[in-house]
């Protein structure tokens, strides 16, 4: 007979159970530092693929890349940046909404 174990309420429970017991509780100036240095991380990776497009289309004007390099690393870097406006543009949008939000 075949037991489906995935579905075991018990097990489920006590996954539950030891989920919660496991995480820690963080400040928000814990928070605050996590978010920070993840933004710094996300800027720099982006930072990063500019560089690298950089490289790639100086590499080519010397003929030692193809023309295909050069675009996909030129489309990246060009992905990236506009993620990271994206990303700003909503991070000001919310920001404006706290700010004319009444107490």
């Known amino acids: 007979m075949i037991q489906n174990h995935m579905f075991n309420p018990a097990q489920v429970a006590n996954r539950t159970i030891s989920g919660l017991q496991d995480k820690s509780i963080s400040t928000p100036q814990e928070t605050m530092q996590d978010f920070g240095q993840y933004l710094q991380n996300a800027l720099q990776g982006v930072a990063d693929m500019e560089k690298t497009a950089d490289t790639t289309g100086k590499q080519f004007m010397?003929?030692?890349a193809n023309v295909d390099e050069v675009?996909?690393?030129?489309?990246?870097a060009l992905l990236g940046l506009q993620m990271t406006?994206?990303?700003r543009n909503k991070v000001i949008e919310a920001y404006q909404e706290v700010m004319r939000t009444q107490l």
């Not at 675009?71 to 990246?76: D, R, S």
């Open 71 to 76: 675009m996909i690393t030129a489309e990246k």
């Open 62 to 64: 010397i003929g030692q």
């Open 85 to 87: 406006s994206q990303v």
